[in-house]
């Protein structure tokens, strides 16, 4: 059974500072989504990683992949208070039509 | 291009009462996907659709759920009869069907049950 976990669950921080967001999964694949939602909104898609080693940037957000790790990461470089929001990573199994999602991360970024 | 709707948005009832959503997928989507998103955690599927086939379906606790997608377009997932632990956000996916294909998601029903 494919497992997802993300850490940390809740993240606070400053304006300017910059963090990371981590996702494990327990089993072989290589394709890895990542969403963000906001309250009480559905899921974003903001970027698909398809192979080992590969990095994908918008704006001050870049996720990379390592397939050999198990292991992908969000990078926030310097938050603004438009990226508070829970980000979710969702790993790809059964061919790659179905998708195990992790648990979130809330982050919330203060002035 | 619109998006995946979902209707209604939000929903209470009381406990052994029956309840349906409807999901209207992006144009062209041959795949759907019905999840269930609880407070605090991320989706989890209940069932996916090929078209109008329902190819998997292990999740969706069948004493209670089922779910439909005739035409193999609009689908409707229904509870019945509903109870409390079933309060939550269903959301409908839906995406091209190809390999490495991105879902996309509708804005969900809020179903409160009391």
């Known amino acids: 059974e494919l497992k997802v976990e993300q850490n940390p669950l809740f993240l606070s921080m400053q304006e300017g500072k910059n963090y990371t967001i981590y996702c494990n999964y327990s089993t072989t694949s290589d394709r890895l989504y990542w969403y963000r939602q906001d309250p009480g909104k559905s899921l974003e898609s903001l970027f698909v990683?398809?192979?080992?080693?590969a990095v994908k940037q918008e704006g001050r957000l870049m996720a990379s992949l390592d397939t050999k790790a198990r292991l992908s990461t969000l990078h926030i470089t310097a938050a603004v208070h438009d990226l508070s929001a829970t980000y979710f990573c969702a790993v790809a199994y059964n061919a790659g039509n179905m998708l195990t999602f992790g648990g979130g991360t809330r982050l919330m970024v203060k002035p | 291009e619109a998006g995946v709707v979902q209707s209604p948005r939000y929903k209470i009832i009381e406990k052994k009462q029956p309840v349906a959503f409807w999901c209207n997928p992006i144009?062209?989507?041959?795949?759907l996907y019905w999840y269930l998103q609880n407070l605090g955690q991320g989706p989890e599927l209940l069932i996916r659709y090929e078209n109008e086939e329902a190819v998997d379906d292990s999740q969706l606790p069948k004493d209670r759920f089922s779910a439909e997608r005739l035409k193999g377009v609009d689908s409707t997932l229904k509870i019945q009869p509903a109870e409390l632990g079933d309060s939550a956000v269903y959301l409908c996916?839906?995406?091209?069907?190809?390999?490495?294909?991105?879902?996309?998601f509708g804005p969900g029903t809020r179903l409160t049950v009391l």
């Open positions: 990683l398809l192979s080992n080693g």
């Open positions: 996916a839906s995406s091209l069907g190809q390999a490495q294909d991105t879902q996309y």
């Open positions: 144009s062209g989507h041959n795949t």
